[in-house]
Structure formats: C-alpha cells, structure tokens
Nanobody
Framework: QVQLVESGGGSVQAGGSLRLSCDGS????????MGWFRQAPGKVREFVAA????????RHADPVKGRFTISRDDAKGTVYLHMNSLKPEDTAVYYC?????????????????WGQGTQVTVSS
C-alpha cells in the first residue's frame, strides 16, 4: 500500500523556520521524483518545490525561492522542505507528492501519489 505521510507542520511567527518531512512507503522511493505543493484557504493548490531522482535537480517556485529548500534522503525514504524566513502568506496546507517521472515539476497531473497534507500557520 502506497503511503505518503507529511509531518513537521505547526504554528510559527513571521521570520521563523520549519522543516516539513514526508515519509514514503509502499513504492520504490528512489525511482520517484518528489514535489511539495500548498493550498491556502480559498485558493487553488500551487507548486512549491520539486526534486529529481537522486536529488541532482531541484526547482523552487518564485515566491519561495531563496527561503525554502527541498531535499531528499533515499535511504530513509523521506523528502524534506526546509522553510526559512516564513511569511504570513506562506500559511497553507502543505502536500507532498511522488511521480515516476525524473522531475515532474509543477504539473499536478504528473504526480501519481499524494499525501494528506500538514498545516503550516505563520502569524505576523
């Protein structure tokens, strides 16, 4: 059974940091590219970051570039999202996703599996 389980969300003040984790199981983790997306209240889900097989290539959306970093540990079957300098507009439910493509980027349709999400709330 395929599972993606996010953790690490919570409430933090603006300027603070969080590290999200997503543990994958039930599939060949190292042969999947991974992505993070987020959905704020009343808004559509948007792409945050993606990482390729092996972690050689990464992409970050413009709103988070320079503040967020995606990484992966294939031995643990885990992908991370390191979030620094958080802003109130980063408040959202954050989802991880897995794709059989080498680097699925921001197209949700390219992802095969999704987690249930973890809430991040940033107060001013």
């Amino acid at each position: 059974q395929v599972q993606l389980v996010e953790s690490g969300g919570g409430s933090v003040q603006a300027g603070g940091s969080l590290r999200l984790s997503c543990d994958g199981s039930g599939f060949t983790f190292w042969r999947h590219s991974m992505g993070w997306f987020r959905q704020a209240p009343g808004k559509v889900r948007e792409f945050v970051a993606a990482i390729s097989w092996g972690g050689d290539s990464t992409r970050h959306a413009d709103p988070v570039k320079g503040r967020f970093t995606i990484s992966r540990d294939d031995a643990k079957g885990t992908v991370y999202l390191h979030m620094n300098s958080l802003k109130p507009e980063d408040t959202a439910v954050y989802y991880c996703a897995a794709s059989t493509l080498d680097l699925a980027l921001g197209d949700e349709n390219r992802y095969d599996f999704w987690g249930q999400g973890t809430q991040v709330t940033v107060s001013s």
